[in-house]
């Protein structure tokens, strides 16, 4: 399904599953600035690679500044969760750059520069950003050039890109998050919880600014082979 622009109203970013929107009052409005935050394992890269597949299918195109993976290792994953997003890549519709996962301050300065550059450079032709995980560059830095930066991401969302960035939980103190969630319009938060004496990852959902319906707050899921995430009703979870 192509997304399309009414008259007055902003496009929105889907997941893909109707049950995920639902839950986020409908998607994620176009010209947000995202933080999808949470423990390793927790399942951020899933969130985010599940949002990839859903705005890529609805028209938009997306970028992915990744330290998870290589281009092939995401094709790969992304495929075997039903997620596979290839053609939209030899089609010139989603791009992949490969960040390292490691780095010193001198670089984690080099890259945040580098970056804000290269997203002046997209916009206009890429409408979704995501930056999975942005960790290895945060924990380099001063908080103080961390929220520079972010405030600098904010004057492209101000012009309808739409970007996503995730962290993992160790990143700040809380102190320092509640600064970062505030200059954010949506934050989606992600743990692990053991129920019926197995792991379940819980994606909360603080806020979505916004969103066209309320939001609902817990979706409890479950990440398999071959069919990605699948989600676990309420009633099953608490039994």
Do not use: W
Not at 28 to 56: C, D, M
Not at 164 to 180: C, G, K, N, V
Not at 216 to 239: C, H, Q, W, Y
Request: with cysteine.
């Amino acid at each position: 399904m192509v997304a399309e622009m009414v008259e007055g109203a902003r496009r929105v970013v889907s997941t893909g599953s109707s049950e995920i929107d639902k839950k986020m009052g409908g998607g994620i409005p176009e010209g947000s600035l995202i933080l999808i935050e949470g423990s390793s394992n927790a399942g951020k890269s899933v969130v985010t690679q599940q949002f990839i597949h859903g705005a890529l299918n609805s028209g938009f195109r997306c970028v992915l500044y990744t330290t998870e993976n290589t281009a092939r290792s995401l094709f790969r994953q992304m495929a075997s969760l039903s997620l596979d997003v290839t053609d939209f890549y030899l089609l010139g519709a989603f791009n992949v750059y490969p960040v390292p996962a490691a780095m010193t301050p001198d670089a984690a300065n080099t890259a945040f520069s580098k970056m804000l550059d290269h997203l002046a450079q997209l916009q206009g032709t890429f409408d979704v950003i995501f930056i999975d995980a942005m960790t290895s560059f945060v924990s380099q830095v001063p908080e103080s050039q961390t929220l520079q930066f972010l405030t600098a991401v904010k004057r492209f969302v101000d012009e309808d890109m739409t970007i996503f960035f995730t962290l993992h939980s160790h990143a700040f103190e809380e102190a320092m998050f509640m600064r970062i969630r505030s200059l954010c319009d949506a934050h989606l938060r992600l743990r692990i919880e053991e129920m019926r004496d197995q792991l379940m990852k819980v994606l909360e959902v603080a806020k979505v600014r916004g969103a066209e319906k309320t939001t609902g707050n817990i979706v409890s899921f479950d990440v398999e082979p071959g069919l990605g995430m699948r989600i676990i009703p309420v009633s099953s979870a608490k039994a």
